[in-house]
């Protein structure tokens, strides 16, 4: 269950827009649609400042749909830092939004922890939901050069990768540890002494 209601969203960079005027561009999951109803077609075509590139095809200049802010604040951030980063995948999967709540964030208990921690896990501190630019260079100051994992405190896992399969299995460890995490220390009271 990694969606929540129309509040997730992936972004994919668009291959060879680093050499266009306004690039590089990247693909967005329209504001309002859940992950169950995107299909290729209704992806978005952005700039890094948030806007929408029309339909070139068919001559449409109209919006093809909303941009959800938040996505493209969080995204478009690390699209332009990172040029290793083609996919990002941000979900508010309860038990991993769990453990963005926690001081402690994700150990090391199970083979799925450590695959995500392998990527490099950052944290980044709760700013609100995410419709600031000013929180951008924060973004990537948190994530860094190379971690593939950024816990965003009180909100919920963000994972990027160099191709969408990449952030696609690393969320799913990221997922599945964090699962493993809150049932574990829930049947001990807390204590992993016991």
Known sequence: DWHMNIFNHITLKVVGS????????FLLNEYGMGFDEITASSLLKVTLDGTQITDTVTGDERPMGRVFKPGYVLHSALHSAREDVHAIWHCHQ????????TTT?????????????????????????VNSLDEQERFVKSIGESNKVLLLEDHGPLVVGERIEEAFSTMWFLTRACQYQVRATSSVGGDLSR
Do not use: R
């Open 94 to 101: 309860v038990d991993s939004t769990a453990i963005c709540q």
């Open 18 to 25: 680093e050499n266009e005027v306004d690039g590089p561009h």
């Open 105 to 129: 964030g994700l150990l090391p208990l199970s083979q799925e922890a450590t695959f995500a921690l392998a990527k490099g896990v950052a944290y980044h501190p709760y700013e609100g939901s």
